[in-house]
């Protein structure tokens, strides 16, 4: 059989690999989707943050009949069905990931179902050997290639952590029976969205954390309002550890920790590991190719998503600088762009903009943020104003009951750009995108503090830090 050749060859069809085979065939190239898993449809779908969001929003409920008092109305919590949970997410996901099936082989591309590896390159073209889903090996060339294979979990060589065959984020999702107590390792998005889930739904949790704040890179007062709020809760919870062991016996599990010098150990039914994913990348070759990457597998990609060789381009968790979607598809996009330009031969002309990179994590209270914040502002040396303004001043969020936390604005001292925000409080990751969009078409804060805002609502609260940056400014000035 004669080996079929593809103008552009995508190894993954997750959220990366689909935006780069639809931005393809948009550009006319002859495209081929190469796919593994057994099931189609990609990590945000199928078991990320889709499934993970289905769960939160019965936490969400449960929290609102927690509070019911507080609005005049009795409500009872009753026993948690967490098998019509997991079966309303299975439903939901079911139809969401049948839609990207659908979209995946409608005809615009080819799909192959199988395991792809990169075998080598001549001058023209990549070599893509294919372990097929149905058995058997195939062989094809690409003049183009973009490695979308995405990340997998990761579970650190602590001891014991192994044997005691921890829950992962892919376990707690579609489990229907949920022990009543965990011990969640972690203080990033996955690990703080699985105690919100878990304490919304009455398991007894306990957070430990290595870094001395949660969410790691996200500015500390931001993340000291979750801290505050799942202490509140009655979440125990402990940053600054050093985990040294997991021991599963008597069944229990027993994490003993050390902080401040003090060994702690804790206990609970199980223990959920939230401790990272990796790049997707240790068997697809890369060094057939002599791809550059780090020791954990991540690609080493130019602004272009150009990996160093110059037929190969890389998007989305396998090359960072963030694990979330909207930058993968957006990688997804420039890579195929660039794709079609070189195709073309012409140079590649596309790059990213991460001046606008967005995070939201979805805990009660959530948190999000875009652009710059003061950790990364102080690191990278920017001058940069700065103003907050509390919910628990704020007309709407005290009318919802919604008190803790705040937003926060950063300000170019010179002519007023934005320079990012921060919000933990009340729809955070739906209030960020005001600012992502002022942002993004390069607002002043005196330009979105004159911008209407309609009373009462949440989004008005950012007029306060806009207005405070303008006077600081023109005191300044
Ligand atoms: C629990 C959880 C919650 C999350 N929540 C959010 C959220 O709320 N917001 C957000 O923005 N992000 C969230 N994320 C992160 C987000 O899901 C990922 O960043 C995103 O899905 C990555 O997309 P990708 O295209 O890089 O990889 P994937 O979607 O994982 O796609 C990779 C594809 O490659 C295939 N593949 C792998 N190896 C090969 C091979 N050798 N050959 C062929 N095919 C291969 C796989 O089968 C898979 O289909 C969450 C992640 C998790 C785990
Ligand atoms: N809402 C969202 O956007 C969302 C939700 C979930 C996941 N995600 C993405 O998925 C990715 C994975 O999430 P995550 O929360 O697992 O990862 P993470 O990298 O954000 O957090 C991992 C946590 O594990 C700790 N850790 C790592 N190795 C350790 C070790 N050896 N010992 C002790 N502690 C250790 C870190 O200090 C950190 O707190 C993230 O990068 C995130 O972008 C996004």
Redesign the pocket.
Known sequence: MSTEHYDFAI????????AAARTAHGQGMNTVV????EE??????L???M???TLIESANRAITIRNAAEFGLSAKAGPVDTKAIRDRKRRLIGEFADYRQQQLQDGRFKLIR????LEDAGEDKVRIA?QLHEGGTQSITASYVLI????V?NCPDIAGLHEAKPWN?DTI?DHDTIPESFIVLGGG??AL??AHYLDGIGRKVTVLQRNTQLLTGLDKDVADVVYDAFEKRGIEMYCGTSLQKVVREDGKVRATFKKAGEEITVEAAEVLCALG?SP?TK??GLDNLKIAHEDNGLIAIKPTQQTTHPRVFA????CGPL??????VQQ?EVAAKNAALQWRQKAPAHTMDYRCILF?V?THPQVAAVGLNELEAKKKNVVYLVSSYPFNDHGKSMVMGETDGFVKMLADPKDGAILGASVVGPEATELIHEIAVAMHLGATVAQLAKAPHYHPTLSEIWTYPAEDLEEQIAANS
């Open positions: 190894l993954g069809g997750g959220s990366a690999g689909y190469i796919d593994g898993a189609l449809g990609g990590l945000c779908i078991r990320g943050c499934p993970s969001k199988g395991y792809g590896t294919i979308a294979t995405g990340s979990i984020s999702l998005a996955i969205e699985m994913r997707n068997n697809i998007a989305g968790d396998v694990e979330v979607v909207h930058l993968a997804g939201g979805f």
